[in-house]
């Protein structure tokens, strides 16, 4: 017979367990609403401060400063906090019934010298590398900076593989990212055929290399009957700086490994060319810096090094298409069970800024307190920035919505879910 304290305890542990049940739910809703809010402000709210903020560490800080709230109260005081400083204009409502938004608030006294300025999105490309994409995101009538780096930076080289065919292969070499990186690096590996196919190949693509440690990593596989050559080598793609020495290539005849020689495998006796020509190595990638140094190295006196420099144009944001939204419009939305957000689509610019100016001071300490953002999967805040941010282009550019059955809702709430409990880069992946 189960006693009365027993009977106690029972409940005491009963009613916890539902305690933690809604806290969850209610912590989920809660970065739900900011996700919501993000969406909005980035790709669709025109201020000078939003346009120039790093969204992907936005992304991180706000999910660590929203999943604190416990309450829609928090929640508001926390999407002010975040969002003023880089859309002064903008108003978060505690309410069902939101009050009127009044625009006499975002329009100077003298409009005389300003014009109107919006974004306009053919597709999108804001905040992504997109080089030669038939897509377009426009600030109209603002200088927008226009990154035209290449999505990767390659050094490479190739040998003959006629000898080798059949046999096994194993491709090596020692690389490390500069701490601070935000990119990936990866070795590759590609067979040409005779008959002009690809054979085996492969790029490190689901185990990408993140390490700032000099750690010796391979690709091992079959060549194929009709090989004709090797092409091989490594890549940095995104933001940092790669180091690779010491590649090595070998087959495998019986249970041993021989070496297939590669001129200046260890990068001391020539530095890497622009173009495949008497050289062994070569390089490509707009936007990375390629060259061999002697302050960081696996062996020997020199390592290769690629270095992401980006390449950065100023660009007058040209209407791209004839619709456009009108001074007054808002984007007015219910983003929580009793939030709504109310943000202008349109605001009035001059020469040096868009109208209203945020407070720089609330600006500058919002961005320190970013720089300090995990960049690694093992972080709980660095999963839920990726999930929001992923979860907006789909949300507001994926055109076929209408003809998948899916409930992109509840879609957005599984992946916060998953994210408390993934434990590694590849689970987050």
Not at 166 to 195: M, P, T
Not at 239 to 260: M, N, P, R, S, T
Request: with cysteine; hydrophobic share 35%.
């Amino acid at each position: 017979m189960i006693s009365m304290k027993n009977i106690v305890l029972l409940v005491a542990f009963l009613l916890n367990c539902l305690s933690c049940s809604s806290q969850s739910e209610q912590k989920i809703e809660n970065l739900k609403t900011f996700a919501k809010a993000y969406g909005y402000v980035k790709y669709f709210h025109p201020s000078d401060e939003a346009a120039a903020i790093d969204w992907d560490n936005f992304a991180i800080y706000g999910a660590a400063q929203i999943e604190k709230c416990n309450s829609e109260k928090e929640v508001r005081e926390a999407l002010e906090n975040l969002f003023m400083p880089i859309a002064p204009s903008i108003e978060f409502q505690l309410t069902k019934v939101p009050s009127k938004y009044d625009v006499s608030k975002i329009k100077p006294e003298n409009a005389k010298n300003y014009k109107l300025s919006y974004w306009q999105h053919k597709g999108v490309t804001q905040g992504m590398s997109m080089k030669n994409s038939p897509y377009r995101s426009i600030r109209v009538n603002r200088m927008s900076k226009i990154d035209n780096a290449d999505p990767i930076g390659n050094v490479m080289t190739s040998i003959d593989a006629t000898k080798y065919r059949g046999k096994e292969i194993k491709y090596s070499g020692w690389v490390k990212l500069e701490e601070g990186s935000k990119g990936s690096g990866h070795l590759w590996f590609r067979v040409d055929n005779a008959n002009k196919t690809m054979g085996f190949f492969d790029n490190m693509g689901n185990r990408p290399i993140k390490e700032s440690q000099w750690r010796q990593y391979e690709i091992t596989g079959s060549v194929d009957s009709e090989a004709s050559s090797f092409v091989f080598g490594c890549f940095l793609q995104g933001k940092g700086k790669l180091l690779l020495d010491d590649v090595q290539l070998a087959y495998k005849e019986g249970y041993d490994w021989i070496e297939i020689p590669i001129k200046n495998n260890d990068f001391e006796s020539e530095e890497i060319s622009e173009k495949n020509n008497d050289r062994q190595w070569w390089r490509s990638g707009n936007g990375y810096h390629f060259k061999t140094l002697g302050q960081d190295k696996h062996k020997g006196e020199k390592s290769a090094v690629i270095d992401f420099i980006g390449d950065m144009t100023e660009v007058k944001g040209n209407p791209i298409f004839d619709f456009k939204p009108e001074f007054g419009e808002l984007i007015e939305k219910k983003i929580g069970e009793n939030i709504v957000c109310q943000i202008p689509m349109v605001l009035f610019a001059d020469d040096k800024s868009t109208y209203p100016k945020s407070k720089e001071e609330e600006l500058t300490i919002l961005k320190k307190e970013m720089e300090n953002n995990p960049s690694e999967a093992t972080s709980l805040a660095f999963r839920l920035g990726n999930i929001i941010n992923t979860y907006n282009v789909f949300q507001h550019f994926y055109p076929y919505f209408d003809v998948v059955d899916v409930d992109w809702d509840a879609e957005l709430e599984k992946a916060f879910l998953r994210s408390y409990t993934d434990k590694t880069e590849q689970d987050h992946l």
